[in-house]
């Protein structure tokens, strides 16, 4: 039955990569599994007050146009590679023999841009919100010892269009299946990382936009700078001198945040060479346990030859 009004349960979400900026594919687009979005378009109202007309205000202006906004994704074992492709480019990928391809994502790369629609389709007179010339600017997920596995993708589009009609009827999909934060861990220097509470990363294109002057108020492109990423681990204070060593060495370590499927070969791993942590004092707050947070921040291995390195392991075969 056809309804009046819009719910996040109904919204479909596709996408494809394009192969010319902001032209959306005809079709070729996959269905996605997202928690939430904001992307969208917007143009704010400007103003710019004017003397001799009298007291009253006059008509405001419009500004460019601005389309970007937030998507969140579970971490899960296949769609994730289609968002790690946009976030980094196309991965390295080897076939283990089993069943399993190892996709390996690594930073610093040209980044493919998107298109990307969301749908209403439930809707009496359906709607859907087209989005061309999207890239993927960063990613950011936290890492506790429960719940769902989920990440935060930042996205720079170029503008909106909206539809009566979905642009692919018959989208291709992944068979979902997610991590979870039970079977994520810490490591550094290969080791577990002992009495980690808590964690966050956060990797970043730190995206340009190129705003030419145009009469549609577009933008011309999104444009790659330097890649970045940083984040923190929450740590019980204890007799282990893991990171404490490497802070009074001044001396990087090398991390790495993952998730695994128990009894099954599928696994993410996310691995930083290069980690600088600063020193940080003991806050004692009372009788409970004493810990401290590290706002770690990840620089290029000239020996690894990357900031970031993400491996993918799954049974799907390439993207």
């Not at 429960?146 to 009827?169: C, R």
């Not at 681990?233 to 090398?254: K, M, N, Q, Y």
């Not at 401290?292 to 392991?313: E, K």
């Amino acid at each position: 039955m056809a309804k009046t009004r819009a719910y996040g349960a109904d919204c479909i979400l596709l996408a494809a990569f394009e192969t010319v900026y902001g032209t959306l594919p005809a079709d070729g687009y996959t269905r996605l599994s997202f928690k939430e979005s904001s992307l969208g378009a917007e143009r704010p109202l400007g103003y710019d007050p004017l003397l001799g007309q009298g007291r009253d205000a006059q008509d405001p202006f419009y500004e460019a146009i601005k389309d970007e906004g937030e998507i969140g994704v579970p971490l899960d074992v296949r769609a994730l590679g289609f968002w790690l492709k946009g976030l980094f480019g196309t991965p390295a990928t080897a076939d283990n023999g089993d069943g399993t391809f190892d996709h390996v994502f690594t930073s610093g790369g040209t980044l493919p841009s998107l298109a990307i629609e969301v749908g209403h389709a439930q809707l009496a007179v359906p709607k859907f919100f087209r989005h061309g010339g999207a890239k993927l600017d960063k990613l950011s997920f936290d890492m506790a010892r429960s719940g769902a596995a989920n990440a935060t993708l930042s996205v720079i589009a170029q503008g909106e269009a909206e539809s009566a009609t979905t642009i692919d009827a018959t989208p291709t999909t992944f068979a979902l299946k997610r991590f979870s934060q039970g079977s994520g861990a810490i490591r550094v220097g290969g080791g577990q990382l002992a009495n980690v509470v808590g964690g966050k990363l956060s990797f970043s294109n730190n995206l340009e936009r190129v705003e030419t002057i145009r009469a549609d108020g577009l933008i011309d492109g999104v444009d790659e700078t330097e890649a970045t990423a940083e984040g923190s681990v929450d740590v019980r204070f204890g007799t282990d001198t893991t990171l404490t060593s490497a802070i009074a060495a001044e001396s990087p370590v090398e991390m790495e945040y993952g998730f695994t499927i128990p009894g099954s070969p599928f696994a993410l791993t996310f691995h930083l060479p290069r980690v600088f942590l600063p020193k940080k004092k003991q806050e004692i707050k009372g009788p409970g346990g004493i810990q401290a947070s590290y706002d770690w921040r990840a620089a290029r291995g000239p020996v690894a030859g990357y900031l970031l390195r993400v491996t993918l392991v799954n049974d799907v075969s390439s993207y």
